[in-house]
């Protein structure tokens, strides 16, 4: 028999609003965002009920194919952490959901296509998947976001998004949990291409790290964390040549972005996840409970 588990997050504090998707799509409202060179862009959200607290439910055996981690409102009911979870908390900073651990290798991730968008243990080829080596920053997502596949980036090479919600790799000094919602302020982003496809990396940093009020922009990552920005590209171009497979690319001159960029580009995507939860664009496979 499967077990399960409900576990109250520490740290899993959403200081935000759940999504209330039905009343998105009726009437969008927006925050307001500006970037250096461009004209403001508007996040999408819109009111609900207070949600102090988000819950996990883990269902199934850590690292078994059935491994599934469910998020609960403070009601009891089963939430989307892709489309639940808020996005923006104002002030710049923005909801983090950890899907991989640092200094863990099992491939962790947001089950786009079930419902309610669990977290699981990735498989191919009837295997479950385990990068060949430790990650070491916390990995997952931004809620809330959607790289659109069919959406050219002229920017980057003309390439598709991944139909996946935006990555971030999270550098703080703290090993986050599956499922924890972290508050994060971002500070970079790297536009890797992976077979062919855009994956956007944001390089963040959890609010409640030392160092968090030292760091603002990608040059403050150089000097309070010199070489990390090297080794995040090197360890997503390279992860997965042990396997067989030629090495990622990046785009952007192979240099990471700044913060007004990376603001960007969850801005866009953001954006894209509106029009798919509004349903103005096919969402083929993909889960919008």
């Not at 997503?236 to 952007?252: E, H, Q, S, T, V």
């Amino acid at each position: 028999m499967a077990a399960t588990r409900v576990i109250a997050s520490a740290g899993n504090a959403v200081s935000g609003v759940l999504l209330c998707r039905a009343q998105l799509r009726a009437t969008p409202q927006s925050l307001n965002l500006s970037f250096r060179s461009t004209q403001k862009r508007r996040l999408f959200t819109c009111n609900a009920i207070q949600n102090p607290q988000v819950q996990i439910k883990e269902e199934g055996q850590p690292e078994s194919f059935d491994y599934r981690v469910f998020f609960l409102d403070n009601s009891g009911k089963k939430i989307s952490p892709w489309h639940d979870i808020p996005l923006h908390l104002g002030d710049g900073v923005f909801n983090f959901i950890v899907e991989i651990p640092k200094e863990s290798s099992a491939k962790m991730e947001v089950a786009t296509d079930e419902v309610y968008t669990p977290i699981k243990q990735d498989t191919k080829k009837g295997k479950l998947r385990y990068y060949p080596y430790n990650i070491n920053w916390n990995y997952g997502l931004l809620p809330q976001t959607w790289e659109d596949p069919s959406l050219a980036n002229t920017e980057v090479e003309g390439a598709f998004g991944d139909n996946d919600p935006v990555d971030v790799v999270e550098i703080g000094d703290s090993q986050g949990k599956i499922g924890q919602v972290m508050k994060v302020k971002p500070l970079a982003a790297l536009a890797m291409i992976d077979e062919g496809e855009l994956d956007w990396k944001i390089v963040a940093i959890s609010l409640d790290d030392p160092r968090a009020s030292l760091v603002n922009d990608v040059d403050d990552v150089e000097k309070h964390f010199p070489g990390t920005l090297t080794a995040i590209r090197d360890w997503f171009r390279d992860y997965k040549i042990p396997d067989g497979k030629p090495a990622n690319r990046f785009g952007l001159d192979n240099k990471p972005a700044n913060k007004d960029y990376a603001l960007k580009v969850i801005t866009e995507t953001n954006e894209s996840w509106a029009k798919l939860v509004k349903r103005s664009i096919p969402s083929g496979e993909l889960s919008l409970v």
